[in-house]
């Protein structure tokens, strides 16, 4: 196709698209993000492709599939409309249901719709109360479109932003709108967007980069992968408009090799731009130069680091630079470089098409517009969920992911990421911002939010993420390298039974001084998980040390199960279940566990009947000494095996 | 700008350490050599620097010095992290207890494995930097990051007539344990297959 040469040229290309699509045509979107894809959404869609031509419909019924609806605990998802049907869960054997009741009765299949806890069903998708409390303005648009289509973009009025900011505004206009804006970075620190981006554009030098960071790496977290996958268009259009404002004529998107169909989504996104000539020289005719490269990132956690990530796309290993010169002044092959993450790029669009101040009016005083979390752990409704900043941990936690799995108690949420910290219950109410969370010796981090419930042991914690940081430390400076190595030298220790009195202090010393020597902000904020968990759940940790006990019975060398005599009913399940027979015992005959064999894994506890109960977990007191073998089961009156 | 309540000029671009250097006050290194770019790795040259009210924690060997800068070379916070660097880094080098008893540490708290080498890099760098043989690399990660000879490179017989590394490492790990050119066992392969072996 012909390249568009003005904003009139993609205007009318708009039109175009539009004209050819008729708003109350049926439309079924399949959601094909990671989550729903392992879930099998290929297969889904297949069968809709079948189901659609058996039933006459072909041509009638259009299918989208769709990047990543943030509903993963219940994928996979496919929302049908104009009417907005949302069906969860859906499988292949589903299909002839949905295509000849909804298709073509326009009745509803009851078993797909979402179930709220009194049992009503809810149809629309907007009304389940995952979506109801979220505002989807960065994330919304991934439901309604193919990430493989720039057509599906531009008709919902994609580039719209990139012709006004071109056309109608200088490149001080875009950044003075965007610092009016108080964008800030949706990656970790939170710096302000448009003062990053003023540095580089005054910063001495002709070339000057700008960069997409999408080395997303906390364990958990997947927003930045979902919306590059989902909407990658809307990450380049957000590029480009920086591009302009800052004036640069090249930029680079990183990200992880790992990441294959963000990869490839990427990958089409930007030579479909330059087919449209929205990418590369004279864009849209307005005499503006830019392209993008893609550079594939080998999967470093610390590559993130924005200096690492830099010295990554020159070629070399990606290591944090000790300067203390900002990659914004010194960056890539030492030129003046603006590095921001995927979120923020996506939202830079939706600030020049509506304006700073609708903008600034989401949000709360020093955090402005929404943020994505991937909210994940012990929570009922996992998935990715986009809330305004300001929202409580509270509401995100019970209103949009339905409170805790299994009835059990809420015990912490983990936000930020290994550089993050773990907030206890008393700060569950806390407004979910910048500043606040880093009050509370937590971070906002890219957005990872993992909620623990009561059978949590914060001293694991700690181990798994300083674990975690140990081996994705570059290891080129002592106090991260080294400091690191002992804290989870020393949180093994505790987790084993052989705490020391003093650990708790030991930890805090070196957290100290890892977090004030390190070299870059991987080691400056890896204590964070332990200072954290010190600070709220050092009670915890007492009970580790001076009790032997692990008070969530996590901790295996400080748990051992026990099988109670007078209830084990001798069904044989925790016997035969056992992977190492440790348990003794036949048909009506009490079990026994033996201690020296059992390794703990906590099979026996939870195949036993819950009208039993016999298995019980024991930390921080004795065993009882087995009974003798051989006794008899007492049945209870009346009850029948 | 002053050093330690000493007035202190230095010209424009030169580093803390350059000034203090030479302004007669000493500030330990480890990783640092004159002849190579800053590298800040052991961090040990850490010191704490005030402007307009405002207190930093900065590594002396790379921040460039700046007008009307007060720098205290050996305050308590500094001392503090001096004191825990070395004494984690005594962990896997015993060989620098006797600089460790300087700062009064008699019983090292930490155990790691002994390699005797604390990763400053300065036989990596040397050999890439001035040598340009590039002879030694860093292998590995985080806590498995280690020191080893490329194989190849080895092999062309480039470490035979040099051995200019061995006067450049701090801890004497490069002397004492070469055998002929290079170390015997730190080879890129021989750190692989030995982490290949840990791992199974």
Redesign the interface.
């Known amino acids: 196709m012909a390249k568009l040469r003005s904003p009139a040229d993609l205007e009318k290309k708009r039109q175009q698209i539009l004209s050819q699509r008729d708003p109350n045509k049926t439309c079924v979107t399949i959601c094909s993000g990671t989550g729903c894809h392992v879930l099998g959404s290929d297969k889904v869609s297949e069968a809709f492709l079948g189901e659609i031509s058996k039933n006459g419909l072909k041509g009638k019924v259009d299918i989208r599939r769709t990047g990543c609806h943030g509903f993963c605990e219940r994928g996979p998802v496919v929302v049908i409309f104009p009417e907005g049907i949302c069906y969860l869960g859906v499988k292949p054997a589903d299909v002839p249901d949905v295509v000849s009741k909804t298709l073509v009765d326009k009745q509803l299949v009851e078993r797909l719709l979402y179930q709220d806890s009194t049992g009503k069903t809810i149809a629309h998708e907007g009304d389940i109360p995952f979506y109801k409390f979220q505002s989807r303005i960065v994330f919304g648009n991934n439901t309604r479109i193919d990430p493989k289509s720039i057509d599906d973009y531009i008709a919902l009025g994609g580039y719209s932003a990139l012709a006004k900011a071109l056309f109608k505004m200088s490149p001080e206009q875009v950044l003075d709108e965007v610092k009016k804006s108080n964008l800030r970075g949706r990656g970790g620190g939170g710096f302000p967007a448009g003062v990053k981006w003023e540095t580089t554009r005054d910063a001495p030098g002709d070339i000057k980069y700008v960069i997409v960071n999408a080395d997303e790496g906390d364990p958990g977290a997947f927003m930045d992968r979902s919306l590059l996958e989902g909407n990658p268009h809307s990450v380049l259009e957000g590029l480009i408009i920086g591009a302009y404002a800052i004036g640069s004529h090249e930029g680079f998107i990183y990200v992880r090799q790992e990441y294959p169909l963000a990869v490839e989504n990427a990958s089409i996104a930007l030579e479909q731009a330059r087919k449209y000539g929205l990418l590369g020289k004279n864009i849209l005719g307005s005499g503006f130069d830019f392209d993008v490269k893609i550079h594939r990132g080998a999967g470093?956690f610390?590559s993130g680091e924005s200096s690492a990530l830099m010295t990554a796309i020159e070629g070399k290993?990606g290591e944090p630079r000790?300067?203390?010169i900002r990659t914004a002044v010194s960056g890539v092959w030492e030129r003046p470089s603006n590095l921001n993450n995927v979120e923020t790029w996506a939202t830079v669009p939706l600030i020049i098409n509506r304006g700073a101040d609708w903008f600034t009016s989401i949000g709360t005083k020093g955090s402005k517009g929404t943020k994505i979390f991937s909210l994940v752990g012990k929570v009922n409704n996992t998935g990715l969920v986009e809330v305004p900043m300001g929202m409580a941990l509270r509401d995100i936690i019970y209103k949009i992911g339905g409170g805790i799995r299994q009835g059990k108690k809420f015990k912490a949420v983990q936000t930020g990421g290994p550089s993050g910290g773990c907030l206890p219950e008393n700060l569950i109410d806390l407004p979910v911002d910048f500043d606040e969370l880093t009050k509370v010796g937590s971070m906002m981090g890219s957005g990872g939010m993992i909620v623990m419930d009561e059978d949590t042991c914060m001293v694991d914690v700690a181990k798994y993420f300083l674990n975690f940081?140990?081996?994705?430390?570059?290891?080129?400076?002592?106090?991260c390298?080294?400091?690191?190595?002992?804290m989870v030298?020393i949180l093994n220790r505790i987790c084993a039974g052989q705490g020391r009195p003093g650990d708790i202090e030991?930890l805090e010393?070196?957290c100290?001084?890892t977090r004030?020597?390190?070299?870059c902000a991987l080691g400056q904020t890896a204590p964070n998980p332990v200072l954290s968990t010190v600070q709220y759940f050092r009670d915890e940790y007492k009970a580790h040390i001076e009790q032997k006990r692990c008070p969530a019975g996590v901790c295996k060398a400080l748990v051992s199960f026990y099988i109670q005599p007078d209830k084990c009913q001798a069904c044989q399940i925790c016997l035969k279940d056992c992977p190492v027979q440790a348990i003794s015992g036949a048909k009506n005959i009490v079990h026994i566990i033996d201690q020296a064999k059992c390794t703990k894994c906590g099979t026996c506890f939870e195949v036993c009947p819950q009208r039993f109960s016999a298995v019980v977990k024991i930390s921080g007191e004795p065993v009882p000494a087995a009974p003798p073998a051989g006794i008899e089961v007492i049945r209870k009156k009346g009850k029948q095996e | 700008m002053n050093i330690d309540g000493k007035e202190v000029e230095a010209e424009e671009g030169k580093t803390i350490l350059e000034a203090a250097k030479s302004a007669g006050i000493d500030i330990p290194t480890l990783c640092y050599n004159e002849k190579l770019a800053?590298?800040?790795?052991?961090?040990?040259c850490?010191v704490e620097i005030s402007k307009g009210g405002k207190t930093r924690?900065?590594?002396s060997c790379?921040?460039?010095v700046e007008d009307g800068l007060v720098v205290k070379t050996a305050s308590p916070?500094v001392i503090?992290?001096r004191k825990?660097?070395l004494e984690?880094?005594l962990?896997?080098a015993p060989v620098l207890s006797e600089l460790a008893k300087q700062y009064g540490i008699e019983k090292p708290?930490?155990?790691?494995e002994v390699t005797q080498c604390?990763?400053c890099?300065q036989c990596v760098r040397y050999c890439a930097e001035v040598k340009k043989a590039n002879a030694l690399t860093?292998v590995?990660?985080?806590?498995?990051?280690r020191v080893a000879f490329v194989d190849e490179i080895v092999g062309k017989g480039v470490c035979m007539d040099c051995r200019q590394c061995y006067g450049l490492c701090p801890t004497g790990k490069i002397p004492r344990e070469t055998d002929g050119a290079y170390f015997e066992g730190i080879r890129v392969s021989d750190v692989l297959s030995r982490r290949r072996a840990k791992k199974d």
């Not at chain 1, 390298?481 to 002992?486: L, N, V």
């Not at chain 1, 004030?516 to 070299?519: F, Q, V």
């Open positions: 470093a610390v290993v000790p300067k203390y940081l140990s081996d994705e430390s570059c290891g080129k400076c002592v106090p390298r080294a400091g690191i190595e002992q030298e030991l010393e070196i100290e001084v004030d020597a390190s070299l | 800053p590298y800040g790795g052991c961090r040990f850490t924690l900065v590594v790379v921040y460039n916070k503090k992290i825990m660097l984690l880094m962990a896997s708290r930490f155990q790691s604390i990763l890099g860093f590995g990660r985080g806590v498995n990051r």
